[in-house]
């Protein structure tokens, strides 16, 4: 999947994008001579690839597609006379990204260079470059003293210079120390003096004997390794910006706040090639707490090993442990540690390198911001929802609620039961006494509800001295008995009353809805409204449970009447 997407990026990057307009050719070729894409520089070279002229060219893809890491060559056009420096960077397997620059300018002052053997030795005893001269057998005849990559020329001269060079295993490659034909731009790989392996760029040409036959080579080569070590490291910084781009847009067009956390840990997964990633955040007095996770679970053993190390460190930590490695970094916003993010590859052997380390520090930030919307968000649903003087669910968080729990019901929950809560005489208690203690009374009535409620009832203070409660799986026994609790606690009431005569209590009407009805919201409403404003009217403090509806559903949905204000 990770191919696919790389080469639809290519794709579109040399016939739409940048590639597009580069001034060279640029081109996108398969190990099987096929030409998949090109700029319109790339037109001829393009046809002598596909048409196998360019055998060298194809060799080279072969080669860096094998692994052996980007290559570059040189390739002469003799209509033209122009010369092009041909990069090939690896995509696939099967797939190579060829981008070229012209160096005609370059190229002729060193063929210039080679055509003339005295005036060769003259230059290059000035120059930086490693020039060299090879005899029939291979071996060095003639070193400059500059730039032979630390060794003193007698250290090369009389010694094959094939035993310098650096070949991976099964790889066969083009080299200019043996050079039966002119060769430019070959890379190859030379041991140094300390032991170490640089990278040179190499022009040779064929010598011949007054008889026409082989007798050895000269070039110059030049010490590309810092050149192509920045060159790796541009093409893994760019790797790294267009992974996090696609991070971050992914995390950004992603709309919907609860679906946000998900599509960050995907996107990460999936950029990082991981088998797991998890976002915990941090919950106060609770510590970590996993908010997503997608793939493998990342095991609970690693997880808390980590944990301090996670706290402590600026810096990525990473657990290698016998059925794989986890990757953790702390998440943060405005310098403040809000979260955790683990990835996790299973199987033995498996580790994190510094690129994916890289990634993972850069997307951070990203990831610590949308941890911190994601609570934002959380924070104003509760207060969208949460009556802010008891705490309870307000009305429109009682009516999502309850919507939610009535859905379910339908599709065969258990039975449920809606109380409607009205106090007796509040309006006494604000006229007499304040709406100080008017307000305190309505704090001790929600914390009663609370009180005789269970986990899954939800509870809520509708408006003004209203209050629902809907008591999941109760039915019409336990309801009666949950209403008497609720009444006798009402003495706690007494004293916020307005007076003797006027003591403050509760008037309580309920409606049971049986698993398996499809009463509506309303009509259960309605019955419940129904039987409390009876209540009302027949003499206060008390409870009534509502009559089930009638089997058949009228079409007809009630409209409970206007409530009205305490007598």
């Not at 016939?15 to 398969?30: F, I, Q, R, S, T």
């Not at 110059?220 to 790294?240: F, M």
């Not at 088998?275 to 996770?293: E, K, T």
């Not at 001790?444 to 939800?458: F, N, T, W």
Request: hydrophobic share 45%; charged share 25%; proline share 5%.
């Amino acid at each position: 999947m990770g191919d696919e997407a790389a080469v639809a990026d290519l794709l579109q990057l040399i016939e739409d994008g940048p590639l597009a307009d580069h001034p060279g050719p640029v081109m996108l070729v398969g190990t099987d001579g096929r030409v998949l894409a090109r700029n319109i520089p790339g037109a001829p070279l393009a046809m002598r690839f596909a048409s196998g002229e360019l055998p060298a060219v194809t060799a080279m893809v072969s080669a860096v597609t094998a692994g052996t890491g980007s290559q570059s060559f040189k390739i002469s056009d003799e209509d033209t006379g122009s010369t092009i420096d041909l990069a090939a960077i690896p995509v696939s397997g099967r797939l190579a990204l060829l981008v070229g620059r012209d160096v005609s300018l370059d190229h002729n002052l060193r063929a210039a260079l080679v055509d003339s053997r005295q005036r060769y030795k003259d230059l290059v005893e000035i120059s930086s470059d490693f020039a060299w001269e090879t005899g029939p057998t291979g071996q060095f005849v003639f070193v400059s003293t500059a730039g032979a990559l630390g060794y003193d020329p007698d250290e090369l001269v009389g010694r094959p210079a094939e035993r310098f060079l650096v070949v991976p295993e099964g790889l066969d490659i083009v080299s200019p120390f043996v050079a039966r034909e002119p060769v430019q731009g070959v890379e190859v790989r030379f041991r140094r003096a300390d032991g170490g392996v640089s990278t040179l760029e190499a022009s040779a040409a064929p010598l011949f004997d007054d008889r026409g036959r082989w007798s050895g080579a000269r070039g110059v080569c030049r010490d590309v390794t810092e050149a192509r070590q920045r060159d790796a490291a541009l093409t893994r910084a760019r790797s790294r910006e267009r992974l996090t781009t696609y991070i971050v847009r992914t995390i950004r067009d992603e709309i919907e706040p609860a679906r946000m956390l998900d599509a960050a840990a995907e996107a990460l997964s999936r950029a990082l090639t991981a088998d797991g990633c998890a976002l915990y955040r941090i919950v106060p007095g609770a510590g970590l707490d996993l908010a997503v996770g997608v793939g493998e679970s990342v095991p609970s053993r690693v997880v808390d090993d980590l944990r301090e190390a996670i706290v402590e460190a600026r810096e990525p930590v990473i657990a290698e442990v016998e059925e794989g490695a986890a990757l953790a970094h702390q998440l943060s916003y405005h310098q403040e540690m809000n979260g955790t993010v683990a990835l996790w590859r299973g199987g033995a052997g498996a580790v994190w390198d510094e690129e994916e380390v890289a990634l993972l520090i850069e997307v951070a930030d990203q990831l610590g911001i949308a941890l911190q919307q994601v609570a934002a968000h959380e924070h104003l649903r509760t207060l969208s929802s949460t009556d802010a003087m008891t705490g309870l669910l307000n009305r429109r968080g009682f009516d999502d609620a309850f919507a939610s729990r009535l859905e379910l019901g339908d599709a065969g929950a258990a039975v449920g039961t809606l109380a409607y809560v009205d106090l007796d005489n509040f309006k006494k208690v604000n006229d007499t006494r304040g709406h100080q203690v008017g307000d305190r009374a309505l704090i001790h009535v929600a914390e009663i509800l609370s009180r005789e409620s269970r986990a899954g009832d939800l509870v809520a203070r509708l408006g003004g001295d209203e209050f629902a409660v809907w008591m999941e799986g109760v039915d019409a026994a336990a309801a009666a008995a949950r209403a008497e609790r609720v009444l006798e606690a009402v003495r706690e009431l007494e004293p916020y009353s307005g007076g003797p005569e006027h003591p403050l209590g509760l008037s309580i009407g309920m409606a049971i809805r049986s698993a398996g009805s499809h009463e509506t919201r309303e009509e259960l409403v309605a019955r419940a409204d129904a039987v409390m404003y009876e209540i009302k009217h027949g003499g206060k403090g008390w409870y009534r449970i509502a009559g089930m509806p009638p089997p058949a559903v009228s079409p007809q949905v009630p409209v409970p009447r206007d409530r009205r204000q305490n007598p």
